[in-house]
């Protein structure tokens, strides 16, 4: 069974850090694009940062470029997307996607919101 697990979401203050995790079982993250969304309240869901499969190439929502980055460890079979100098807009519940083909898998998500 293939499952997408997202974590590290919490309640951080503007330009805090968080780093959220998407661990995958069933599959092996390193043969799919894994892309990261987000999903604030009452807002469609909205691209955030993509990786390719073999993970030299890497985009991010002009929103986000600077600030957040999208990584692989194989090893762990999980990706990261690691989140500087937050603000309150970037408060959503954040979501991992992998592809390959008509292969589509999401998460459940993980919530951040970023507030003093």
């Known amino acids: 069974q293939v499952q997408l697990v997202e974590s590290g979401g919490d309640l951080v203050q503007p330009g805090g850090s968080l780093r959220l995790s998407c661990a995958a079982s069933?599959?092996?993250?390193?043969?799919?694009?894994i892309n990261w969304y987000r999903q604030a309240p009452g807002k469609e869901r909205e691209w955030v940062a993509g990786?390719?499969?073999?993970?030299?190439?890497?985009s991010y929502a002009d929103s986000v470029k600077g600030r957040f980055t999208i990584s692989r460890d194989s090893a762990r079979n999980t990706v990261y997307l690691q989140l500087n100098s937050l603000k309150p807009a970037d408060t959503a519940v954040y979501y991992c996607?992998?592809?390959?083909?008509?292969?589509?898998?999401w998460g459940q998500g993980t919530q951040v919101t970023v507030s003093s």
């Open positions: 990786i390719s499969r073999a993970g030299s190439g890497s």
């Open positions: 996607r992998a592809v390959l083909g008509l292969q589509d898998y």
């Open positions: 069933g599959l092996i993250l390193t043969s799919y694009a």
